[in-house]
């Protein structure tokens, strides 16, 4: 039987992520590029952090070793007080299931599900009852303000919706941490704004919140800007 994940704290107390002097090369024949150089940073609990980094900045290596999809070179990365820099697969994927909420750019809803089951999915997955889990998504989705939408497919809703399912399926397992992604990056500068301002609202209700952005006006929303260029965090 696989070993499920142990939750402990120890003595990060309130950091929430504790990420150091982390190294990532990536290699294509005899050709290397190494895309994270001695990464520092903490992000304590009920922060909201914006990582803003151009293109090729390393910002999405960054992301997937944050959201446990990628595993880092050297260096030492600590999640909620749980150490996970030697973690096989099967770990890594409960700590993803467990402590961390994706909002992606392109939203990832399943077309063929309504909106309230998209939401479920999580739940589900964790073994969650139906009708519990179909409770906890109509309360979530009353909170991103689609509590009359439930029934609607995701191809009935405004980008700006779909991105709202997007993060009420995220805040659905009460995640430690909440990672996006260019959250706003598909949707107009109005649904955008909108879509920030609920990112505010959860972050006052004491969710942590880590977004990687390519842009400045998205990053400022945020109450810490960390800023990645060629691989090195300042």
């Given at each position: 039987?696989?070993?499920?994940?142990?939750?402990?704290?120890?003595?990060?107390?309130?950091?929430?992520?504790?990420?150091?002097?982390?190294?990532?090369?990536?290699?294509?024949?005899?050709?290397?590029?190494?895309?994270?150089?001695?990464?520092?940073?903490?992000?304590?609990?009920?922060?909201?952090?914006?990582?803003?980094?151009?293109?090729?900045?390393?910002?999405?290596?960054?992301?997937?070793?944050?959201?446990?999809?990628?595993?880092?070179?050297?260096?030492?990365?600590?999640?909620?007080?749980?150490?996970?820099?030697?973690?096989?697969?099967?770990?890594?994927?409960?700590?993803?299931?467990?402590?961390?909420?994706?909002?992606?750019?392109?939203?990832?809803?399943?077309?063929?599900?309504?909106?309230?089951?998209?939401?479920?999915?999580?739940?589900?997955?964790?073994?969650t009852?139906?009708?519990?889990?179909?409770?906890?998504?109509?309360?979530?989705?009353?909170?991103?303000?689609?509590?009359?939408?439930?029934?609607?497919?995701?191809?009935?809703?405004?980008?700006?919706?779909?991105q709202?399912?997007?993060?009420?399926?995220?805040?659905?397992?009460?995640?430690?941490?909440?990672?996006?992604?260019?959250?706003?990056?598909?949707?107009?500068?109005?649904?955008?704004?909108?879509?920030?301002?609920?990112?505010?609202?959860?972050?006052?209700?004491?969710?942590?919140?880590?977004?990687?952005?390519?842009?400045?006006?998205?990053?400022k929303?945020?109450?810490?800007?960390?800023?990645?260029?060629?691989?090195?965090?300042?």
């Amino acid at each position: 039987m696989k070993q499920r994940v142990r939750l402990t704290v120890s003595s990060y107390g309130n950091v929430m992520i504790s990420i150091e002097r982390v190294n990532k090369t990536y290699y294509m024949g005899n050709t290397s590029l190494h895309v994270l150089k001695d990464v520092t940073m903490e992000v304590i609990k009920g922060e909201f952090v914006s990582i803003l980094g151009a293109s090729g900045s390393g910002k999405s290596t960054l992301m997937n070793i944050i959201g446990c999809m990628d595993t880092l070179d050297t260096g030492r990365y600590v999640i909620d007080g749980i150490s996970v820099e030697n973690s096989d697969a099967d770990v890594l994927a409960d700590i993803r299931n467990e402590k961390i909420g994706f909002i992606f750019q392109k939203y990832h809803l399943i077309p063929k599900y309504s909106v309230i089951q998209n939401v479920m999915i999580p739940l589900l997955i964790r073994g969650t009852e139906r009708a519990e889990a179909k409770e906890k998504a109509k309360d979530i989705l009353n909170l991103v303000g689609l509590g009359d939408r439930g029934h609607h497919k995701p191809n009935e809703l405004s980008g700006g919706q779909q991105q709202r399912v997007a993060i009420a399926r995220a805040l659905v397992t009460n995640p430690a941490i909440l990672l996006a992604d260019e959250p706003t990056g598909a949707l107009d500068s109005k649904t955008g704004k909108d879509i920030l301002a609920l990112f505010s609202e959860l972050n006052k209700r004491g969710h942590t919140i880590i977004q990687i952005t390519h842009d400045s006006n998205v990053a400022k929303v945020g109450n810490r800007i960390l800023t990645l260029h060629d691989g090195v965090l300042s």
